[in-house]
DNA sequence: TCTGGGGTCCTAGGACCC
DNA sequence: TCTGGGGTCCTAGGACCC
């Protein structure tokens, strides 16, 4: 029997080469994509990261930086990259019978007996997303996921290993030096705390914590660190989740407004906003949510308590997927935490306790009045996912989230390039 | 003046029960 | 008035990820 080889693919600065895809004028150059209200940077091109553009750092602070080194920015542009990653999600999906989509530019394939010769499979798979997408991919492999993520790293980081590393077929003697050369806080789920914590025990590269014995790294950490542990010694802990985006456990909608807001109005139509969005998720995925949560961040005059974050939570009697019930319990939830004299900055609505549909239909069998109450609302509800999925998000709503557009309090979005793949008016002219 | 949004998993501590 | 041990369930918060 083989060992087990599972890969990890991702796209080298995701948003970057997306947008760098329609502007091939830009490559080659600098390049930077902002959060969502163009808050802080969230993706850099490699001659970003060479003048100095952190990770994570908010605009503002690197605003002049950019203008004078003649970066080219960018705000986020989720439609464009939502599309691109479908095409190439469904292009690697050909390599394999096992996928995990992992995130929008990341996904874990088991490519266990495919070839002897890995690393020139991945040559290939490298070469033909890049001849049918347009997008560069770097491929770790390992036989388990900690250890693919790890050879994605030195895939990326390394030149010598030409954007595919196999630590499958590397001997022991190998690995050992060059795991001693790696930060410990370059492994998959070691984040800063735990960084400091390993500090302490002077565990500093990913060779000291390989060795690190699994009971210890349990009774002194947790048993999260010990799963990384095995993971590193090629125990594999961590399954591929081939679960469809069906899956979720919480639905989530939030966005910072683009300037404070203090009137109950305006924020009710975000919230109205915000819960009709999760639940168009939520019915995408064919659940019902048991309850929903609120939440409001105001940002205070005082300094030193600038920002604060309220949150109430409801149990909704029966759990659903009906926009109007979520929203008058949205607005329940809002009412609980307004205060007319705060400012706020950010809100959001979240679902939780998610069921599988099919269930509920049992729950109200019998009761025919709610039966069929329930089942015009799910034919309102088809009716308005299916219109606003053929002619536009929300051209269909429930009146609550505002009439006036462009509403005042969305997002900023100065930077945004056209929806290139997404709108027909928006699509790229070709010059002959 | 300006610091994103959407997730998962684990743990500690409180309430309650026997 | 003193006060054990064990279990479950729930929630809040931390840590991490992209």
Request: with cysteine; proline share 4%.
């Amino acid at each position: 029997m083989s060992t087990r080889c599972i890969a990890l693919v991702d796209v080298n600065n995701f948003y970057v080469s997306c947008e760098r895809l329609f502007r091939p004028d830009l490559m080659n150059l600098p390049v930077i994509v902002l959060s969502n209200n163009d808050g802080c940077v969230v993706a850099r091109s490699e001659e970003a990261k060479v003048l100095g553009v952190p990770m994570g750092v908010p605009w503002f602070r690197v605003r002049e930086l950019v203008k004078n080194s003649g970066i080219t920015v960018f705000s986020s542009n989720y439609p464009l990259y939502a599309d691109l990653s479908h095409r190439v999600m469904s292009l690697l999906s050909t390599f394999s019978s096992s996928q995990e989509i992992y995130s929008i530019d990341e996904s874990f394939l088991d490519l266990t007996g495919m070839s002897s010769q890995m690393e020139q499979y991945g040559q290939v798979i490298r070469k033909r997303v890049d001849q049918w997408v347009g997008l560069p991919v770097s491929i770790g492999m390992g036989p388990t996921k900690t250890l693919a993520k790890l050879a994605n790293y030195l895939a990326k980081k390394r030149p010598v290993y030409r954007g595919v590393c196999d630590l499958g077929a590397m001997s022991s003697g190998q690995m050992e030096s060059i795991f001693a050369s790696i930060p410990v806080s370059e492994v998959w789920g070691i984040g800063r705390r735990t960084t400091e914590l390993l500090e302490r025990v002077h565990i500093r590269t990913v060779a000291h914590l390989r060795e690190l014995d699994t009971t210890v790294a349990r009774r002194r950490f947790s048993i999260v660190l010990e799963r990384v542990v095995k993971e590193l010694q090629g125990i594999s802990c961590l399954d591929l989740e081939q679960i469809l985006p069906a899956g979720r456990q919480q639905i989530i909608c939030s966005r910072s407004f683009s300037h404070p807001l203090t009137g109950l109005n305006e924020i009710k139509e975000a919230i109205a906003l915000y819960t009709e969005r999760a639940a168009e998720k939520l019915r995408l995925q064919c659940s019902l949510a048991g309850r929903i949560q609120v939440f409001i961040q105001a940002s205070l005059f005082k300094p030193e308590e600038r920002r604060h974050s309220y949150a109430v939570t409801l149990s909704l009697s029966l759990p659903t997927d009906d926009t109007a019930c979520l929203v008058r319990n949205a607005f329940l939830a809002l009412e609980k935490l307004y205060r007319p004299e705060s400012r706020y900055v950010k809100a959001g609505v979240m679902l939780m306790e998610l069921h599988s549909k099919s269930h509920r239909q049992s729950v109200l069998f019998g009761v025919s009045e709610e039966v069929q109450s329930a089942k015009r609302r799910d034919q309102l509800m088809n009716v308005m996912d299916g219109i606003n999925h053929r002619w536009g998000k929300h051209i269909l709503g429930l009146g609550w989230s505002g009439l006036a557009k462009p509403r005042p309090w969305v997002m900023k979005q100065d930077y945004k390039s056209p929806g290139y793949t997404t709108d027909w008016q928006q699509l790229p002219v070709v010059k002959a």
